[in-house]
């Protein structure tokens, strides 16, 4: 007997700890790749090895050999990128500012030849006084959108630059950077429209009481008509994009219904007709597609051909079975079962394109598709080629009710070849409203399977992709309802077999923090412990200090979500109920963070010293929000998996 218990402790030793904890975590070894516009070239971004930065790699098509790597000095780093024609490509900059681990994208806009040869910056200012204006890390916002690349002018493209309020539109030269105006936004901090001919005639944003604005105009003479006030959390109309040669445009529609659909809106009516809405979740993605292969055809319209839904795993309805684009993405989706498949950039004539295939199991690969012959290559230009899919474990949709009757859906995870009674971690995800966890690959829900745990990921009452009501359900109730529904899941788990109540541990980061540190108040036998990554443990202190707070959207979101009452405050406040929480306890936190700042960390530690109680601490400078440097993340989920077995392992 006693040989059979040591070679089993073996064999879960081998299963669960062979794959090494920088495989899951290590950055992507080529990401964002794209053709050029005549299909001569592939651009993959590129982490150059032991560099604070990283590349874009420019590869020849016919060799599949690398003919320039463009980068800049260090620190600074390729956000995104864009071809602007076959020789020229525009790059957004990003930034380490100064001790900070982790860049930040800034307003810096580079335009350069793929052979390296005349750069320009056609966005933004190198001089010291506009460093600091062009960085928006307190909002997440960067000071310019592309609008469009006016795929029929190589020379210019239009810019939305926010140096204000309102969004100015300008009409940018690719290679001098010389700009004339074309408008300023009707809407504050949003997004504008172009109808088939080029022409800005919607726009949606905000207005000065924080609510979503949808504007519309029938000509680039006529005035701007207000079509729709929308305050947060209520039901929108919202562009997605014009009908070709029409002033009518395809919205997401929740103005008649809770669970926004997709409509056909008429602006001359103001009017709305239902295309599609499906009856538990929102649209998650569009598939807009020319009508016909041959884009110079005169004929050629674009029209809305596909939608997808994150109802459990993610389902493509499609609106036109004719389309040519549909077809052929239907015959890949066919090729590729269970995955994700999607086209990323096209070549001018539509004729080859980028396919991007990804799932649970598998974080994704990229490969050229001929739409003329249905040729299917492989560029071997994997994401995480070190991942093997056969060592990944699936991640299984579920649900359950609430026990007030609402339906909760989610996630789960659990280790190779294991099914019943299993240690088990709660992983809740942050945001916490318009957030949600997906069918998708996750790293942190993947090493924590593969390390013997099962994990479990629950859409809790407030997260996004389930329509007006599901959110603002978990308004007011960031401490109460949406904790107990994160409680009601553990108990379904339990009562199906999954988990063993008795070995069961809550995890999560930044109001995944948070929900971690209150559950373990609010149900202090259930857990016997509990991590809170870069939480929010003091509502008093969350709401005046930090990046959100003092950020006008921001504090207008704060006052709607979470409770006034000062008596709530303290009961919804982790650090207020330590007293109660007997879990054992992780804390861990970035000294630089300005979102869930540091001062949440002091708090809820010092509370813990002042009660006696003791606890796990790791905090890091240089680190924000969440930990960025590679040695930071490979030693916290080491110490996470150690905390872990000492705890609730087997």
Request: proline content about 5%; hydrophobic content about 35%.
């Given at each position: 007997m006693k040989k059979l218990t040591f070679f089993t402790l073996l064999l879960s030793f081998f299963t669960f700890s062979d794959i090494p904890v920088e495989d899951f975590y290590k950055f992507d070894e080529f990401f964002d790749i794209s053709i050029s516009p005549e299909g001569g070239y592939f651009a993959a971004k590129q982490r150059l090895v032991g560099e604070k930065r990283n590349g874009l790699v420019i590869i020849n098509r016919k060799t599949m050999k690398p003919i320039n790597i463009i980068y800049f000095d260090e620190n600074w780093y390729v956000n995104d990128y864009y071809w602007l024609s076959e020789e020229r490509i525009a790059i957004r900059k990003g930034k380490h500012f100064g001790g900070l681990k982790a860049p930040y994208s800034t307003g810096f806009f580079w335009a350069v030849n793929i052979d390296g040869s005349k750069g320009k910056m056609i966005q933004g200012d190198l001089s010291k006084?506009?460093?600091?204006?062009?960085?928006?890390?307190?909002?997440?916002?960067?000071?310019?959108?592309?609008?469009?690349?006016?795929?029929?002018?190589?020379?210019?493209?239009?810019?939305a630059v926010y140096n204000k309020d309102f969004p100015d539109i300008y009409r940018v030269n690719v290679y001098?950077?010389?700009?004339?105006?074309?408008?300023?936004?009707?809407?504050?901090?949003?997004?504008?429209?172009?109808?088939?001919?080029?022409?800005?005639?919607?726009?949606?944003g905000e207005n000065k009481n924080n609510e979503n604005v949808f504007l519309y105009r029938f000509s680039e003479e006529d005035e701007w008509e207000n079509h729709g006030t929308f305050p947060y959390g209520e039901g929108v109309i919202k562009p997605i994009a014009f009908l070709i040669d029409s002033n009518k445009l395809y919205v997401e529609c929740s103005v008649e219904d809770p669970i926004p659909?997709?409509?056909?809106?008429?602006?001359?009516?103001?009017?709305?007709?239902?295309?599609?809405?499906?009856?538990?979740?929102?649209?998650?993605?569009?598939?807009i597609f020319p009508s016909k292969l041959n884009v110079e055809d005169d004929e050629v319209k674009t029209e809305l051909v596909a939608a997808r839904f994150e109802?459990?795993?993610?389902?493509?309805?499609?609106?036109?079975?004719?389309?040519?684009?549909?077809?052929?993405?239907?015959?890949?989706?066919?090729?590729?079962?269970?995955?994700?498949?999607?086209?990323?950039?096209?070549?001018?004539?539509?004729?080859?394109?980028?396919?991007?295939?990804?799932s649970d199991v598998d974080p994704g690969g990229y490969y050229l598709f001929n739409m003329e012959s249905n040729q299917l290559s492989e560029l071997g230009l994997d994401r995480r080629p070190w991942i093997?899919?056969?060592?990944?474990?699936?991640?299984?949709?579920?649900?359950?009710?609430?026990?007030d009757g609402l339906?909760?859906?989610?996630?789960?995870?659990?280790?190779?070849?294991?099914?019943?009674?299993?240690?088990?971690?709660?992983?809740?995800?942050?945001?916490?409203?318009?957030?949600?966890?997906?069918?998708?690959?996750?790293?942190?829900?993947?090493?924590?399977?593969?390390?013997?745990?099962?994990?479990?990921?629950?859409?809790?009452?407030?997260?996004?992709?389930?329509?007006?009501?599901?959110?603002?359900?978990?308004?007011?109730?960031?401490?109460?309802?949406?904790?107990?529904?994160?409680?009601?899941?553990?108990?379904?788990?339990?009562?199906?077999?999954?988990?063993?109540?008795?070995?069961?541990?809550?995890?999560?980061?930044?109001?995944?923090?948070?929900?971690?540190?209150?559950?373990?108040?609010?149900?202090?036998?259930?857990?016997?412990?509990?991590?809170?990554?870069?939480?929010?443990?003091?509502?008093?202190?969350?709401?005046?200090?930090?990046?959100?707070?003092?950020?006008?959207?921001?504090?207008?979101?704060?006052?709607?979500?979470?409770?006034?009452?000062?008596?709530?405050r303290r009961a919804f406040s982790p650090s207020e109920q330590a007293s109660k929480i007997k879990a054992a306890v992780f804390l861990i936190h970035g000294r630089e963070d300005r979102q869930a700042h540091f001062r949440n960390y002091q708090i809820m530690t010092k509370k813990f010293d002042?009660?006696?109680?003791?606890?796990?601490?790791?905090?890091?400078?240089?680190?924000?929000?969440?930990?960025?440097?590679?040695?930071?993340?490979?030693?916290?989920?080491?110490?996470?998996?150690?905390?872990?077995?000492?705890?609730?392992?087997?």
């Open positions: 006084s506009r460093t600091s204006r062009v960085m928006r890390d307190d909002v997440g916002y960067s000071y310019f959108e592309v609008v469009d690349l006016l795929a029929d002018d190589p020379k210019h493209i239009l810019l001098n950077g010389k700009k004339k105006k074309v408008m300023t936004s009707p809407a504050e901090r949003g997004s504008v429209y172009l109808d088939s001919d080029g022409v800005i005639r919607a726009a949606f659909g997709i409509c056909i809106y008429n602006p001359e009516t103001y009017s709305l007709e239902l295309i599609y809405r499906n009856e538990r979740v929102e649209p998650d993605a569009y598939g109802d459990g795993k993610p389902q493509v309805v499609w609106f036109n079975k004719k389309n040519p684009f549909g077809k052929k993405l239907r015959a890949l989706q066919k090729a590729f079962p269970d995955y994700r498949v999607s086209f990323g950039s096209m070549t001018s004539d539509m004729k080859e394109a980028i396919v991007y295939v990804r093997k899919s056969s060592d990944m474990v699936k991640a299984e949709p579920i649900s359950f009710k609430a026990r339906e909760i859906h989610g996630y789960l995870h659990r280790p190779k070849g294991k099914k019943e009674n299993l240690p088990m971690v709660v992983y809740v995800h942050g945001g916490p409203h318009g957030v949600r966890d997906y069918w998708t690959h996750d790293s942190e829900a993947q090493y924590l399977a593969n390390r013997g745990y099962a994990v479990l990921q629950i859409n809790y009452r407030g997260s996004g992709g389930y329509g007006q009501e599901f959110l603002k359900k978990g308004f007011l109730h960031w401490g109460d309802k949406m904790q107990d529904d994160l409680t009601d899941g553990v108990q379904w788990a339990v009562e199906e077999g999954i988990a063993d109540k008795e070995r069961l541990c809550i995890y999560g980061a930044s109001y995944g923090g948070y929900a971690s540190m209150m559950s373990a108040a609010r149900y202090p036998d259930l857990y016997k412990c509990a991590i809170g990554y870069v939480g929010v443990y003091d509502v008093a202190s969350f709401t005046s200090i930090g990046n959100i707070p003092n950020y006008r959207a921001g504090a207008s979101y704060l006052s709607t979500v979470i409770p006034d009452d000062p008596e709530i002042q009660i006696g109680k003791p606890y796990k601490g790791m905090v890091k400078d240089g680190e924000g929000h969440g930990f960025y440097d590679r040695e930071n993340k490979y030693e916290l989920a080491r110490e996470i998996v150690t905390f872990l077995n000492e705890h609730i392992g087997s």
